[in-house]
């Protein structure tokens, strides 16, 4: 295991940052990822970001939707059936309001819970913390990672080609 989380390259512009992605891809990389002051067109489709976050959101609106929807049924028709000026036993359409609202309410709990998991927050220090040139990632700089949990990562041969791409500066990001 390397002693490294990986290594960052600097660069000053978001067409350079983008450059850069593109080469690392081509070169093989696969555990990049990319900081900069505001989001860059382009740079989710170069890195090849795929989300299964809505496929979990909607499965989870539909299940919420659906519980609530037969719970309420259950209850109305089975359990607690009150048989009131001639009305069904079963009456869909007062049901419609609570299981929209709870299919929304599922659906936003189980992608904020998600997003949480998979962000790995709350986390209060990052290793790229400890890089003092970081701190300009949120001002003017911009950042290609290049994890140590790739496969293809010797330190040497990625510190050399992200050299060949001319970026402001190479560092370290340890453990």
Do not use: C, K
Request: glycine share 6%.
């Amino acid at each position: 295991m390397s002693p490294l989380r990986g290594l960052l390259a600097e660069f000053s512009s978001a067409g350079e940052v983008l450059a850069a992605v593109r080469a690392a891809r081509r070169a093989g990389y696969v555990a990049l990822e990319v900081f900069s002051p505001f989001p860059i067109e382009g740079v989710a489709a170069a890195l090849m970001f795929r989300t299964r976050l809505s496929r979990l959101t909607f499965i989870a609106g539909l299940l919420g939707g659906a519980a609530i929807f037969l719970f309420q049924a259950w209850v109305h028709a089975i359990d607690w059936h009150l048989d009131i000026g001639g009305r069904r036993a079963l009456a869909a359409p007062a049901f419609i309001v609570p299981t929209f609202e709870v299919t929304i309410l599922a659906a936003a709990l189980v992608t904020v819970f998600a997003m949480f998991v998979r962000n790995g927050l709350p986390r209060l220090h990052h290793p790229l913390f400890a890089v003092p040139a970081f701190a300009r990632a949120s001002q003017d700089r911009f950042f290609l990672l290049v994890g140590a949990e790739d496969p293809r990562f010797d330190a040497a041969v990625v510190r050399t080609f992200l050299a060949g791409l001319a970026p402001l500066e190479v560092h370290d990001v340890p453990r």
